[in-house]
């Protein structure tokens, strides 16, 4: 799997790009919507969200 995270200008603001090789069957990646999503949030506003995220994952590891 090949996961590839960067930024582009859009609208004058850099703004998250994630891009992953892995598609279902209607060639819509899960990952990638699943990272992209912000919920109707600006992209300065999901970033506590991003640190909260890695807490979770950590707790569970």
Known sequence: MKILLT????????S???QSDIFN???V??????MMDD???TY????????EGVTKINLIK
């Open 7 to 14: 930024r582009e200008n859009a609208g004058g603001n850099l």
């Open 16 to 18: 998250p790009k994630f």
């Open 25 to 27: 069957k209607d060639g």
């Open 29 to 34: 990646s899960p990952l990638v919507c699943l």
């Open 39 to 41: 919920g109707g949030q």
């Open 44 to 51: 300065l506003q999901t970033i506590p969200w991003q640190g």
